[in-house]
């Protein structure tokens, strides 16, 4: 995709009317969205969806206790304990824990691909996959204690989490830095949770898979979603050739890195461990722990979004590419969510703010949309319905609302925030929306899309939280 130099897509402002809620209105959309996490609940987690992903997922349980705090406080904090259940001795925690009563056809790749028995560190008896998503879960475990009825419950819950939070956290320096930049690296688009996104794609091409070079496998997910909102099966085919090459090795961290297949360091990936490690640091006053190790990791995470990711001729920032030592330059959400960084320089700020506003991510004129696109609208791979290639995603929205209010860019976040609740309205609790018509996409009663619609309506109700 060619890339518009900074400056010639000048930002329109088209400040759109928001629609102001009646208490009535917002309580029966909370009770909705309570009523698609009651559904989704299995006892000790939630599943993002009961058709599409029947297992408990790891940023999913994060965005979902995050909203479900506000009127389930015991329940958000089983859904993280559930999770970090399923971490492995090394600290990292896995993106999938599997459920294993659920059926193995399912869900692909499910514990029988993964085989995480193969590695020592992994928990036995509890299967899971062996890669890991944005750590978001800190962050998650504060808005628990932040929403709690139950004040001493909450305390005895940090307690409990915060060895857990921290060896998530040090896994990461520890294993996924390897140039010492204080980034965090991805080795599979499944760990960046945009799994789809065009951001990859090159890399993806990168990996040659030969004809026949997989053992086969057959996809679920086009049984449960249209085929025309899921990746293509040449992606999924370079997905499972990744993972195959961890499992070969028994997941070995070093291996994972050293192997170079992928290796990507994505502002939103790195935007949350930086917000989460700031998390960290409040918990530890909580809980009686020293907060420093937090705080200074967290100005090593800053410091490599502002000098790495940071690119000042375009002003934007990108993910960078360790394999091939260059910045990707194409636009995602992803390049917003620095602005989780309560310090991020308000020079940055406008910058991420004019782009928001420019034609790449807010059409001009009066065409009817929903914000924000999870990809480049003037992006040469930008599909408005494909996963990850350019549909609204209520956890992307929500993650940028929630950088834009701590930066008082309040016109934008309840832009944002009216386009969540009017994508719900027209369409229902689904996975992904059109940006234009709002059509929703991929999974119906998506769990994430409920929690945190209920995060984004009590915010209304109670702005100080
Ligand atoms: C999607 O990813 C899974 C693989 O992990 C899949 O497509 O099968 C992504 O949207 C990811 O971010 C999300 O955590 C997961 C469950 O909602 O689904």
Redesign the pocket.
């Known amino acids: 995709m060619e890339q518009q130099a900074a400056g010639q897509a000048p930002p329109h402002q088209h400040h759109r009317r928001c629609r102001s809620l009646s208490d009535g209105e917002r309580a029966e959309l909370v009770r909705k969205a309570r009523a698609v996490l009651d559904a989704n609940w299995r006892g000790r987690s939630t599943v993002?969806?009961h058709s599409l992903?029947p297992h408990q997922?790891s940023?999913?349980a994060a965005f979902i206790a995050i909203g479900r705090c506000w009127v389930e406080q015991e329940r958000a904090q089983q859904e993280l304990e559930s999770m970090f259940e399923a971490q492995w001795t090394t600290g990292m925690l896995p993106?999938?824990r599997f459920d294993p009563a659920v059926p193995d056809d399912a869900y692909f790749p499910g514990p029988g691909f993964w085989q995480s028995e193969r590695s020592p560190a992994a928990p036995p008896g509890v299967p899971t996959s062996g890669i890991t998503?944005p750590p978001l879960h800190a962050r998650a475990a504060l808005e628990i204690w932040r929403h709690a009825a139950d004040r001493g419950a909450a305390l005895a819950f940090l307690r409990r989490l915060y060895p857990k939070l921290a060896a998530q956290h040090a896994h990461l320096a520890r294993w996924r830095d390897p140039d010492g930049r204080g980034l965090a690296a991805i080795v599979h688009p499944?760990e960046s949770?945009?799994?789809n996104s065009p951001l990859w794609d090159r890399d993806l091409d990168h990996l040659k898979v030969a004809p026949g070079a997989l053992p086969p496998y057959r996809r679920y997910?086009v049984r449960h979603a249209d085929p025309a909102d899921r990746p293509t099966d040449a992606a999924y085919d370079r997905y499972v050739h990744l993972s195959i090459s961890f499992r070969e090795h028994g997941y070995d961290d070093r291996h994972l890195i050293d192997q170079r297949l992928f290796l990507v360091q994505p502002p939103l990936f790195n935007g949350i461990y930086l917000w989460s490690e700031l998390a960290l640091a409040e918990i530890a006053r909580l809980v009686g722990a020293d907060p420093a190790p937090h705080v200074q990791a967290a100005g090593r995470i800053r410091e490599g979004i502002r000098e790495r990711l940071w690119d000042p001729r375009t002003r934007r920032f990108f993910a960078y590419d360790l394999r091939t030592e260059r910045r990707i330059h194409r636009e995602s959400i992803d390049a917003a969510t620095p602005l989780l960084d309560p310090e991020l320089p308000r020079s940055m700020v406008a910058a991420i703010v004019e782009e928001l506003r420019s034609s790449h991510f807010d059409p001009p004129g009066e065409v009817e949309h929903y914000l924000i696109p999870s990809y480049d609208l003037r992006g040469a791979d930008f599909d408005p319905r494909r996963?990850?290639r350019g549909p609204v995603w209520v956890n992307t929205d929500w993650l940028v609302w929630r950088g834009l209010r701590q930066h008082g860019e309040t016109a934008l976040a309840t832009e944002v925030d009216d386009s969540i609740i009017r994508l719900v309205e027209r369409s229902g609790f689904r996975e992904y929306f059109d940006p234009f018509g709002g059509q929703g996409y991929g999974s119906d009663d998506f769990s994430w899309t409920a929690s945190l619609l209920i995060d984004v309506l009590l915010a209304q109700t109670a702005p100080e939280l």
Do not use: E, M
Request: proline letters at 6%; zero cysteines.
């Open positions: 993002p969806s992903y997922w940023w999913d993106h999938i998503q499944w949770g945009q799994d997910d996963y990850w």
